[in-house]
């Protein structure tokens, strides 16, 4: 199989074309094609592939190629054909949780390498995704702020997923939430376990405090960091279509999935790729 890849901006992303698949394709790690598919996220951060129609085991077996699953989240059902199947779903009265730059699951003190989400339905327009490149950003960053950050660490924890669980449970229903999810500090400029370059990994959806600043002083610096992830230079934005799927590599990039399509639908389905099987 011959695999195109194509850059989407100089700061992050490539759509791959030529991988022909069936529905109920099976993929197998360690495969020529899976190590061209894994060198093409490390490259690009995000890889997006059109017309891939993968039944929920087929999206499975997809994400394996990349390691194993795992890190499945604390707030969302699975698909009842899979198990390591998420389905985010959205529309109506179901307002879309994720219009915030976020790596995933940060909050724990393993973060999950890689995601796989598949668009199913899609609204007519909007509902678009973007990533931005935490290499970028990092590379972009004054130079003496640099080194002041590379001392640091920040806490993490579970953020607006706060809402629903005391919306539902009060101050145990958080309390729970909170045990679940977990809380983790990790260094605020980390390095990519393969290749090592730096990245910025704080979030505006999950970095609360930086480790031995005041309040204040952690407010304002995380503040500053969250403003310079927003600049669309280091930005890809993709617009869905039924069966578009992106895989991206959670460490040094960042999404923010656009909530402006409601009262429209819009379904997802997600696989989470715990460990990086090649990098261990
Ligand atoms: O729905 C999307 O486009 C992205 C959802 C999201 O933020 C996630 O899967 O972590």
């Not at 890190?71 to 699975?78: E, L, P």
């Not at 970028?136 to 590379?150: I, K, N, P, T």
């Not at 983790?184 to 970095?207: D, Q, W």
Request: aromatic share 8%; charged share 20%; proline share 5%.
């Amino acid at each position: 199989m011959t695999l195109v890849v194509d850059r989407l901006t100089p700061a992050i992303g490539a759509e791959i074309r030529g991988l022909s698949t069936n529905k109920s394709s099976s993929f197998a790690f360690g495969s020529e094609l899976s190590e061209q598919l894994y060198q093409a996220l490390l490259d690009n951060h995000v890889v997006v592939f059109r017309d891939l129609e993968l039944a929920p085991l087929a999206l499975a077996r997809f994400g394996e190629m990349f390691g194993a699953l795992g890190a499945r989240h604390h707030r969302y059902t699975t698909h009842a054909e899979c198990d390591d199947v998420v389905v985010l779903e959205w529309g109506g009265e179901r307002k879309p949780d994720a219009a915030e730059w976020h790596a995933d699951m940060t909050y724990r003190s393993t973060p999950p390498f890689a995601s796989v989400l598949q668009a199913i339905v899609v609204p007519p327009t909007g509902g678009d995704t973007l990533w931005a490149s935490m290499f970028a950003v990092h590379d972009a960053l004054d130079a003496g702020l640099r080194r002041d950050l590379e001392s640091l660490d920040a806490v993490h924890d579970m953020g607006a997923f706060r809402t629903p669980a005391y919306e539902e449970g009060g101050n145990e229903g958080m309390a729970e939430a909170f045990a679940q999810a977990g809380t983790a500090a990790h260094p605020i400029i980390a390095h990519h376990p393969v290749h090592g370059r730096p990245y910025l990994n704080v979030s505006e959806s999950f970095t609360r405090f930086i480790i031995g600043m005041s309040a204040p002083e952690s407010g304002r610096l995380l503040t500053h960091l969250f403003d310079l992830i927003n600049r669309p230079d280091f930005h890809v934005r993709v617009r869905w279509q039924p069966n578009t799927i992106a895989v991206w590599d959670n460490r040094g990039s960042q999404h923010y999935a656009v909530a402006d399509y409601l009262p429209h639908r819009r379904v997802m389905h997600r696989v989470a790729v715990a460990a990086d099987s090649r990098a261990a």
